[in-house]
């Protein structure tokens, strides 16, 4: 069997996510990896075969989407590769046709779709839902990440056997990090650290505002008995006035 990922983003937790998919599968099938130049390698498998076709240069919904002839390089190199089935993992405007075309050569598409309403404060996110819609039309099958978006696919009309519901836990670990991990045993003992991570885009729609004000309350609490020494810690690009301040 072989099996094509199309991650058409550059960030850097949509690779993660689809690394942590294809390193489970490269080793029962043919795996192969059509995405971005620039992408994170290190979490990938060195036996995925890959290729940036297309120059994707931009993420999600951008003016990029529009060059349609980009799409159809992506769309060339995937069919050389003679694929069994085809997973897009994340969002972009060439996402619907490239579902078309692959869905007219009888190639069953599967599509991971993140969210199923617009982030608040999102650019163009009055497309989104229009977009999704599409995809349900055109996928062979979808993915979520979460039972309550596959029961509201459900009562929007995708049939259920066309929803499929997948957690999104994986590490944020490199392919060889990991590999690593589960290889040598952890140190002994192990010491432990009283913080809070928050890792990803500092932007308001993450929530991160009510992650600061939900951490002042904890510690201003007078019968707290565990607040001393604990931190939290904010990672990632943007700023912090945009959330709080």
Not at 36 to 55: L, N, W
Request: aromatic share 10%.
């Amino acid at each position: 069997m072989r099996i094509v990922y199309i991650q058409p983003s550059p960030s850097f937790g949509m690779h993660q996510y689809t690394a942590d998919l294809a390193n489970r599968m490269v080793e029962i099938k043919n795996t192969f990896l059509c995405t971005v130049k620039g992408f994170p390698a290190d979490r990938y498998s060195p036996h995925i075969r890959i290729g940036t076709p297309g120059e994707i240069k931009s993420t999600g919904f951008s003016f990029d989407g529009l060059k349609i002839n980009r799409a159809k390089e992506i769309a060339r190199w995937v069919i050389d590769k003679d694929p069994d089935v085809i997973h897009i993992t994340g969002p972009h405007l060439w996402n619907i046709y490239l579902t078309r075309a692959f869905r007219r050569m009888g190639i069953p598409v599967i599509h991971t779709i993140h969210d199923l309403e617009p982030h608040s404060g999102m650019r163009n996110g009055k497309l989104l839902p229009y977009w999704n819609r599409q995809i349900f039309k055109s996928a062979s099958h979808i993915l979520v990440h979460g039972d309550v978006f596959r029961k509201q696919l459900i009562k929007e009309g995708v049939g259920d056997h066309r929803v499929t519901s997948l957690p999104l836990l994986h590490l944020f670990l490199s392919f060889s990090a990991e590999k690593k991990m589960q290889t040598e045993p952890l140190p002994s003992p192990i010491s432990y650290e009283n913080f809070i991570l928050f890792f990803g885009r500092i932007k308001k729609y993450k929530g991160l505002g009510v992650l600061i004000r939900v951490f002042a309350d904890f510690l201003l609490k007078d019968d707290n008995e565990i607040s001393e020494g604990i931190k939290l810690i904010v990672a990632g690009s943007g700023r912090i006035s945009e959330v709080w301040g």
